[in-house]
């Protein structure tokens, strides 16, 4: 008679135990993954924001527009526009006059607040 080859018990306890740490780490991966998607989306869309103002905020007609304000979403947003004199382009030239823009966003994401500075150079 032939004896009966199988798994022990200790074999199939340890081949579980093997098997339940990787999915634990399969697992955590796919959560800091998904939160990571997540923060990218939300940068993203607030980057497109920055952008849309920026271009507003920049240009001849940007006297009339206003200098602060909030989305339906929960960004807020500010807008300041200060004279900046660059040294001269040539020896002994004027200054050349610019004015600098700086865009301030703050937003909420998954419950913590985030802060973001832009900065770009107008035509007076």
Excluded: C, N
């Excluded at 199988?6 to 993954?33: K, N, P, R």
């Excluded at 920055?50 to 807020?76: M, R, V």
């Amino acid at each position: 008679m032939k004896p009966h080859r199988g798994f022990s018990l200790l074999e199939t306890l340890v081949a579980l135990a093997i098997l339940s740490l990787s999915l634990g780490v399969i697992y955590q991966a796919q959560g800091t993954s998904v939160r990571a998607i997540s923060h990218s989306l939300s940068l993203q869309k607030v980057l497109l924001h920055a952008q849309s103002l920026l271009a507003e905020h920049t240009g001849p007609h940007t006297q009339a527009l206003p200098t602060s304000g909030a989305t339906a979403d929960g960004l807020a947003w500010t807008v300041s526009r200060q004279p900046l004199e660059l040294p001269p382009l040539l020896e002994g030239g004027p200054p050349v006059p610019v004015l600098r823009v700086d865009l301030d966003l703050a937003w909420s994401d998954g419950g913590r607040d985030r802060q973001l500075r832009l900065s770009t150079l107008d035509q007076p």
